[in-house]
């Protein structure tokens, strides 16, 4: 279960079940776009809770960042790999 709130209205925005164990999320570029760690994938969702992309490079994440710079979404998993993914262009750069 995923909610995003307004902190200083103290508003819902969106809320909506994954139906899997959430690891970690972070916005991206803006808070229109979520990427989420989940059990096996890390997955992006749109603002509306709807499923935008699979990312199947990252396998087992338990964690991730975006450095906003670059445009790279990080993830570290089970194995100990640091997995880069450029944003704008989709593909993977380094792991």
């Known amino acids: 279960h995923l909610a ?4 200083h209205n103290l508003t819902l925005h969106t ?9 970690d999320a972070c916005f991206l570029h803006n808070f229109s ?5 989940q059990a096996n994938h890390v ?8 499923e935008v992309h699979k ?7 338990f964690a991730i ?3 906003p ?3 790279l979404l990080t993830s570290v998993g089970r194995q100990g790999i640091l997995r880069f993914q450029d944003t704008s ?4 750069v380094s792991q």
């Open 4 to 7: 995003v709130m307004d902190s």
């Open 15 to 23: 809320e909506f079940h994954v139906q899997e164990r959430v690891r």
């Open 89 to 92: 262009t989709g593909q993977l």
């Open 43 to 50: 997955f992006i969702y749109d603002d509306t809770g709807a």
């Open 65 to 67: 960042d975006f450095l």
């Open 55 to 61: 990312l199947d490079d990252h396998h087992d994440p």
């Open 69 to 71: 710079h670059h445009w």
């Open 33 to 37: 776009m979520l990427a989420i760690a």
